[in-house]
């Protein structure tokens, strides 16, 4: 088995799992929060196709499939390669911790037989993830709407 090359960040957020699901799962305004995309298109919603334009690869366009959808509590985000030879999987997970606040991570993995080739062009998304994540914490806590 090859190692997957895998990201991650995660954040304890002050605000309901209820509000930060809002604000993951509506597209059209993850510009006005998020500086690490240059627009989402599509429905964020179980089944449906959404297109992510981030700004580390300007130009181009990353289609996923929504393959997972339990409100509130996780999502994740499929796309790649036909017949599995390439696979990157973002899961983001909502975990309440009785205390107010709710643990957010997320990860993305990448797999299947070209991905130690494909691997090798993916540049560092940490930085990003982590950007990702302190922004969702800054917007979900009452930043601008």
């Not at 500086?35 to 130009?59: D, N, Q």
């Not at 999502?75 to 205390?99: C, I, N, Q, Y």
């Not at 922004?135 to 930043?143: F, H």
């Amino acid at each position: 088995m090859v190692p997957m090359k895998t990201f991650q960040a995660s954040t304890s957020i002050r605000a309901s799992a209820g509000a930060i699901w809002e604000i993951l799962t509506d597209a059209s305004k993850y510009t006005t929060w998020n500086k690490t995309v240059e627009k989402v298109e599509g429905r964020i919603a179980p089944g449906e196709k959404i297109t992510v334009h981030a700004k580390l690869s300007p130009g181009r366009a990353f289609p996923v499939k929504v393959t997972g959808f339990v409100p509130g509590k996780k999502m994740v985000w499929a796309g790649g390669m036909p017949l599995g030879l390439f696979k990157g999987e973002r899961t983001f997970t909502l975990t309440e911790r009785g205390d107010g606040t709710v643990e957010f991570r997320m990860t993305e993995a990448f797999s299947g037989l070209l991905s130690p080739l494909i691997e090798r062009s993916i540049p560092n998304l940490q930085p990003a993830f982590e950007e990702f994540a302190a922004a969702l914490k800054k917007r979900a806590e009452g930043g601008p709407r």
